[in-house]
């Protein structure tokens, strides 16, 4: 063999252990792992008397029996407007705080969400004119009220928005123009239409215009978990802005969808079935 190739096979100088700065050997500085992911962990309310509490046991036996015979798209809900006391304390207790919640503010009143930690199940909490309060628990995918107020009754003219877009602004009339027609073609059960606005070319005049012309609705969601995901209902129907968050709340990916609900915020019918027998423990242990 010659020298020539004897050289290649040796290993380049300056490279190999000992070959970096000193400075260098505490070793890489890597990013923070995702941290507080949240899983169920059962909670059984201390009860001391049982005859005590038996208003709040039958609002518990009634929700375990709509969870046990829920279906998609039927749901189901008991008021806890006349509860107080030990009553409702029993139910905060049982049914304590989950990852998703939510906020619908109307021109006449302000409804706030809450899950709890059984998926499926929905605390409302309803805010109206002159201090008038009413609160109830329901039992589905997602809070119905939250998509039924979501939008403005009135249409905006997009087209109108797009012809008077200002300088520097250059793909966002084409989006538009796109969910305008996603919007009005839309129908139930039709399949969710997504623009991943991640992986589009823009520039900062393009975004904002895109706000702007989508305006804000009625609906906010956040759903915490492995890292964050926050859902805005926009002015024009059925379009959702939906921006999912690491774990130090940096943004890694910004899409807008066309849907009825973005499936993020929803629970599945086998989580709604798995809080059901959850649900049935918790009640067996507190009788």
């Known amino acids: ?39 169920y962990a059962p909670h059984v309310p201390e009860v001391e008397d049982p005859a005590a509490i038996l208003i709040g046991l039958d ?31 029993l139910i905060d207790e049982a049914l304590g705080e989950g990852e998703v919640s939510a906020l619908v503010i109307g021109p006449d009143e302000r409804i706030e969400i809450q899950e709890a930690t059984l998926a499926g199940v929905w605390r409302l909490r309803l805010h109206g004119r002159g201090g008038r309060q009413s609160e109830r628990v329901e039992i ?15 249409r905006r003219d997009i087209a109108a928005r797009i012809a008077a877009a200002p300088p520097g602004v250059i793909n966002a009339p084409s989006i538009l123009a796109e969910l305008d027609y996603r919007s009005r073609a839309w129908e139930p059960g039709a399949s969710t239409h997504v623009i991943n606005l991640s992986l589009l070319p823009h520039s ?13 609705g009625a609906t906010t969601i956040l759903s915490r978990g492995y890292g964050n995901c926050r859902l805005s209902s926009t002015a024009l129907a059925h379009v959702w802005r939906v921006r999912f968050y690491n774990s130090v709340d940096t943004l890694i990916l910004d899409t807008i969808e ?17 809080s059901a027998e959850r649900l049935g423990d918790i009640i067996a242990a507190i009788r």
């Open 258 to 274: 066309v849907t009825d609900l973005p499936e993020v915020a929803c629970a599945a019918i086998e989580d709604i079935a798995d």
């Open 140 to 154: 589905g995918a997602f809070p119905r009220v939250a998509i039924e107020r979501a939008f403005p009754p009135a």
């Open 204 to 216: 900062p005049e393009d975004m904002a215009f895109l706000d702007d012309v989508l305006g804000q």
């Open 59 to 89: 609002r518990l036996d009634r929700l375990h029996e709509g969870l046990a015979r829920h279906v998609a798209d039927a749901p189901f809900s008991v008021t806890l407007d006349d509860l107080s006391g030990a009553d409702l304390d």
């Open 1 to 39: 063999m010659s020298s020539n190739l004897i050289g290649l096979t040796r290993p380049p100088v300056g490279y190999g252990p000992g070959s970096q700065p000193a400075e260098d050997e505490e070793g890489l500085a890597y990013l923070p792992m995702p941290k507080d992911m949240q899983v």
